[in-house]
């Protein structure tokens, strides 16, 4: 049984003509890609004539059949309507699907009317299948769903210099911010807001793009200041240069570009923690001599007892210092210890206040009672720096920026305010985001994405909030009991006289700085220690051969010819009852993996540092 339906209910009306069309017409709507058949039937439906175009099949009544006659249900219903309208002098077209058990046609159906004395004697019925073009149709209607949800922008125009819109996704519609009836037939354009990277007027270079007459890729920037935006407009012909069609796509590369932008400054960043890492090794090289001396004028001259305690503070606070840089350049495993907040803020204060540059004044509110953390203090240092330096940044005509500390329940909480204007929400957004500054090239957008890693890395946490009057940065510790006696900090002014040891020991010192070298034996000689020395990782192992009664080597990481890590490795296969000690200039071990359990000596040290990290080598076994 055939089975109709309407695609569309969709009636489009035709010239009436009052006479039936002539044979001559009939042929020629029955050549091939016009009409394939012509049926003629009367008022009541009953088939009267059928022709066909030549070469094709179709399966229709037989002359003396009703039109509907291989129908039933509703597709004979809808045969009826279409027979009763025409019968009734209206002329018109519909689209219909046939289906059979073994296939499905479509067609586009006309019913005209012939007129006799002011009545219908009989009807053309004209059938045109469209089958194809169905097909075809729903094809680009596929492509062009697929088109519209693409994110990029899509615009296919003519070519050459009259180049003219024939189709526009979505996504290019709403980034030209138009109606597709705007821009179909029309000149292809950009919005206003956009201008090219190169300084050449955007809709030439846009032009120039599609006609082939500029470069095939356009990079394009929004001129608008309150939000970045960049674009790349890549065009190509449609089916080669000659086809006469140009397709354009749009594409937003600001995500591209950030990233970009991170891996330019990331690797910048990493050759000069590099840099910086390689300065620092020498750099407290020099400092640990300077340690290493001014311990011993300090036993030697008791005369100039305060002098040298003012060098050996300025010596820690160099070697402080030089810790805050490689922070800011290369992340820096925290060497956590007791510290009191409040005592660490205090001393930091001149530093501080020194950025506001005599426009902003610092205010400290620290309160009364000792706020005890488990923390490395170079780090937290960091975060004060870059919190106030953000805060002073805040407010260029000057103003005031305020530090508060308290105690909440088990945490410790540290304010910075400041008076500036404050943050919008889409910055407020963004504000830890690794490398999004809003102060252009003055900006590594690192401040307080740095500030987050630390504080998390301590096990607390950063909020950050902002209104007209300012921004507030809070930071939350957690809060540690009283300092143990135990946990004090070494007294500057103990003498290497308190830790000679038991019973002679003979210890290798090898150290390829020779200021160093000797001063450090110097000093362990005082202490009760045998001592030796080496230049290198070839060198101690030469002495190690003609000296078998060494107990502790104490070796420098960073040295020609064979460095520490290597000479470890060496010594554990050939000396495995020797006790090694480690001292290097870097603050990380990123020179090699150390031995488990084995402690780092950072350098500079003082002379009762070096003596514990000793004696807890011989209580080694």
Known sequence: MIRVTEERPTWVAVRTSNATPSAGLVRGMLQPGGFLAWVV??????????????????????????LHAALEGESRALVDGYVARAAAGAAFTA??????????????????????????????????????QHDRDAERQLVRDALDAHEDGVVICSSGIDARVVFANAAYLDWLGAKEADVIGRAARLPRQWETQEGTSPSAAF???????????????????????????????????????VIGIVRDVTAQRDLEEQVRRA???????????????????????????LAQLRRDVPDARSSVLALETCVQQSQALLARLLTMTRPVPPAPKHLDLRDALGRQQRTLSALG???VTLKMSLGEHPASVFADEAQ????????????????????TVEIRLALDEGLVRVEVRDEGKGMSPSTLAKAFVPFFSTKGTRGTGLGLSTVRRIVEEHGGAVKLESTSQGCRVSVVLPLLEAFATTDAPPDPTRTTGEFEA???????????QEVLRRGVARGLARAGYRVSEATDGVDALMVLEREPDIEIVLTDVVMPRMDGITLIARLAQEHPTLRVVVMSGYSDPALGALPTGMRLLAKPFRTHELLEHLSEARARR
């Not at 937290?380 to 103003?399: F, S």
């Not at 038991?502 to 390829?512: G, K, N, R, W």
């Open 267 to 293: 690797t910048a960043l990493e050759a000069l923690g590099q840099l910086a890492g390689s300065a620092a090794h020498d750099f407290n090289n020099l400092l640990a001599s300077m340690a290493v001396e």
């Open 357 to 359: 540059a005599g426009r």
């Open 95 to 132: 689209r219909i699907l046939v289906e059979s058990p073994t296939e499905s046609r479509r067609f586009e159906v006309h019913y005209i009317p012939h007129l006799a004395s002011g009545e219908v004697d009989e009807i053309a019925v004209m059938l045109r299948e469209i089958t194809a």
């Open 41 to 66: 039937i009367s008022p009541a439906g009953i088939v009267q004539s059928v022709r066909i175009a030549a070469g094709h099949t179709l399966d229709l009544m037989p002359v003396g059949e009703h």
């Open 380 to 399: 937290l240092e960091q975060v004060w720096l870059n919190l106030v330096a953000n805060a002073c940044d805040a407010m260029p005509e000057g103003g």
């Open 207 to 245: 032009r120039g793009a599609l006609t082939g007459e500029g470069p095939r890729t356009v990079s394009l920037v929004s001129s608008d200041a309150t939000l970045r935006n960049e674009r790349e407009l890549r065009t190509s012909p449609v089916g080669g240069e000659s086809a006469g069609y």
């Open 502 to 512: 038991v019973t002679p020991t003979h210890v290798l010192v090898v150290e390829d």
